[in-house]
């Protein structure tokens, strides 16, 4: 057991020491070398976007069996929840209006779930909440976000505030994980639950994020045009990116962690 962890250990050393450029660049590799994987595994790319709402879907699960079963919130960002339950009822008020189609009926369950969880936090859970660690100031993310849904939005024949509407979800989906990650950071030591649930996110984040840039390869980049013209097909590119670069560091340390046979995960200073 031990020769099977030293390697493991030895490379996650290594990978700890480096500078954050190094890091970066060793970050960019694996996800190309990823990327390179499913499309030769994965004939239909469209599982890929499945299989990230199916994984979505499980990190909510053990969301809700935290709930409901250790009767804690603690470590878990209400401010996160209330992001995610924005962008989903955006999402759907688009869908309603410009696509209706099978994803509207997914979006529909998970905006469920997330008010459940923000109602138990709010009120059946409020003494075990950590509202002193859940501090980030929700307004820097959506008042930018907004700013550049104005700036930056679809150019299709739907109506203009639709449009708006839009891109502003698309934009607020890549950065609803940041008050969460804040209170990870305040808190440094992350309950098993907890970081289930984020690793569940980064997975279905990466998967969502390989499903696009799959679907623009195989498209030969016909997609990104289908998707419009002018800065808005890469926005969407570049906000897939974003939401699982966000995590990686995070899922990082899980991976290491779990390797490790640690049940709580503790951070480092500067990690997420």
């Known amino acids: 057991m031990r020769a099977q962890k030293r390697p493991i250990y030895a490379v996650s050393t290594w990978v ?3 500078p954050p450029k190094v890091k970066a660049f060793l970050a960019v590799v694996s996800g ?15 599982n890929l976007f499945v299989a990230a709402e199916a994984v979505h879907s499980l990190g909510i699960s053990v969301l809700i ?8 919130c603690a470590g878990l960002s209400l401010k996160s929840q209330e992001l995610t339950a924005i962008f989903l009822a955006v999402r759907l008020y688009c869908s309603f209006v410009m696509e209706y189609d099978i994803h509207t009926l997914l979006d529909l369950a998970t905006l469920g779930t997330t008010l459940w969880v923000i109602y138990m936090i709010r009120f059946k859970l409020r003494s075990s909440y950590m509202e ?7 307004y820097y993310v959506v ?44 808190t440094k030591i992350v309950e098993p639950f907890t970081a289930h649930y984020v690793f ?23 997609l990104l045009v289908a998707l419009g013209y002018g800065l808005w097909p890469s926005m969407v590119l570049i906000s897939e990116i974003v939401q699982t670069f966000i995590l990686a560091d995070f899922c990082y340390y899980y991976v290491k962690s779990v390797f490790g046979g640690q049940l709580v995960l503790r951070l480092p200073s500067g990690v997420v």
């Open 16 to 18: 700890r020491r480096q």
């Open 32 to 46: 190309m070398a990823a990327l390179v994987l499913l499309r030769f595994i994965v004939h239909d790319h469209d």
């Open 65 to 72: 069996y935290k709930l409901m079963k250790e009767k804690t």
């Open 132 to 138: 002193d660690k859940d501090n980030f100031a929700i």
């Open 143 to 186: 008042a930018p976000c907004a700013v550049l849904a104005l700036l930056i939005h679809p150019s299709t024949s739907h109506h203009f505030v639709n449009r708006i509407f839009w891109a502003f979800c698309v934009y607020l989906e890549a950065v609803s994980v940041l008050p969460q990650l804040r209170v990870m950071q305040n």
């Open 200 to 222: 569940a996110l980064g997975v279905a984040r990466f998967l969502s994020c390989a499903h696009w840039v799959l679907q623009v390869l195989d498209s030969r980049g016909h």
